[in-house]
């Protein structure tokens, strides 16, 4: 039995580094995409769930978690004694539900007609990052929605799976993407989703507290080696990453902001709803040329959260009674 954990622990650290590497050089799939797949399969089954309830929105996420989890669970149990075919399936999971790579270059597609000052284009880019309406920002604008996304989203689409990966394995690596789109899909406060959406909401809260946090104190390590302050990524983080809306989001944005000596906030427009957000650091608004570095950052951050998962599993396999 021993033996065998062991083995589980070595295929699983091998199979989360593939999927990091191969998110890195190919970016997502882009054909047949699963969680494209699982967004068109949660989409039907709203059209026949809905009601404005927050027990029908529970049911909804329960189903869909659960089928993913199950999912999970199946590939574990269908690679169990297969150290290869364990390291290939979860290489392949990992890459699928991973978004770092085009996480970045959504933003440098925003951030090319930006430097170019074709204020329409990059407007027109924004939608693919960011739920926020586009239509009246202005160039400082879409910089900040960019770098604020960024920072976010470091978090959400690379850091928390690789967390969950290294946790739960394969059912964690599944169950954490259903969870982080249903969030997408039907968290936002919306006339619709404020009642249907809250138990998807509160279930990404969940399932990111602790890899948010992990993103901030990366962050705060990674600082120095992308140019950045170390000290002004942890001080704005603690003083300023709570005072965010969201009880996830804002450690990230903060310790980006501290980082990169910018002034993140303001006032955001979704759709017909407007939030005006608290500032978070002390520096300058962001501009176009902040893209970048956002983006070099984020890269940093979530490739040594990437090397902690495998080292954690390494880890877990010598110490197993």
């Known amino acids: 039995m021993d033996g065998v954990r062991a083995d589980r622990d070595l295929s699983t650290a091998a199979g989360l580094a593939l999927g990091a590497a191969a998110d890195l050089l190919l970016a997502d799939p882009r054909r047949l995409h699963p969680v494209a797949g699982?967004?068109?399969?949660?989409?039907?089954?709203?059209?026949?769930?809905?009601?404005?309830?927050?027990a029908a929105g529970a049911g909804y996420a329960a189903v869909l978690v659960g089928?993913?989890?199950?999912?999970?669970?199946?590939?574990?149990?269908?690679?169990?004694?297969?150290?290869?075919?364990?390291a290939l399936t979860t290489a392949v999971v990992t890459w699928t539900v991973l978004g770092g790579t085009s996480l970045g270059r959504a933003a440098r597609d925003v951030h090319a007609p930006l430097v170019a000052g074709d204020l329409p284009a990059a407007r027109a880019q924004l939608p693919a990052l960011a739920g926020r309406d586009?239509?009246?920002?202005?160039?400082g604008e879409l910089a900040r929605a960019t770098v604020e996304s960024v920072a976010e989203n470091t978090s959400d689409a690379a850091v928390a799976p690789l967390f969950w990966g290294a946790v739960a394995g394969l059912p964690g690596l599944?169950?954490?993407?259903?969870?982080?789109?249903?969030?997408?899909?039907?968290?936002?406060?919306?006339?619709?989703?404020?009642?249907?959406?809250?138990?998807?909401?509160?279930?990404?809260?969940?399932a990111n507290w602790l890899p948010a946090r992990l993103t901030a104190a990366l962050t705060v390590a990674a600082a120095p080696w992308t140019g950045g302050s170390a000290a002004g990524a942890l001080r704005v983080w603690w003083r300023d990453?709570?005072?965010?809306p969201s009880p996830n989001s804002g450690r990230c944005e903060a310790s980006l902001a501290?980082?990169?000596?910018?002034?993140l906030g303001g006032r955001n427009v979704y759709g017909s709803r407007v939030e005006v957000r608290p500032a978070l650091g002390d520096g300058r608004p962001p501009l176009a040329a902040d893209v970048p570095r956002a983006v070099h950052l984020s890269r940093?951050?979530?490739?040594?959260?990437?090397?902690?998962a495998v080292?954690?599993?390494?880890?877990?396999?010598?110490v197993s009674p």
């Open 311 to 318: 080292l954690s599993r390494l880890v877990r396999r010598r």
């Open 258 to 263: 501290g980082a990169l000596g910018l002034r």
């Open 241 to 244: 990453g709570a005072a965010h």
């Open 134 to 139: 586009p239509s009246g920002l202005d160039a």
């Open 300 to 308: 940093a951050v979530w490739t040594a959260a990437a090397g902690l």
């Open 67 to 86: 089928a993913a989890g199950a999912l999970g669970a199946a590939l574990d149990r269908g690679t169990r004694g297969r150290p290869v075919a364990r």
């Open 174 to 206: 599944t169950a954490y993407r259903a969870v982080n789109t249903l969030d997408a899909m039907v968290g936002h406060r919306s006339p619709r989703y404020a009642r249907f959406g809250w138990a998807s909401a509160r279930a990404d809260d969940v």
């Open 38 to 54: 699982f967004g068109t399969a949660a989409a039907a089954l709203e059209r026949r769930t809905w009601r404005d309830s927050r």
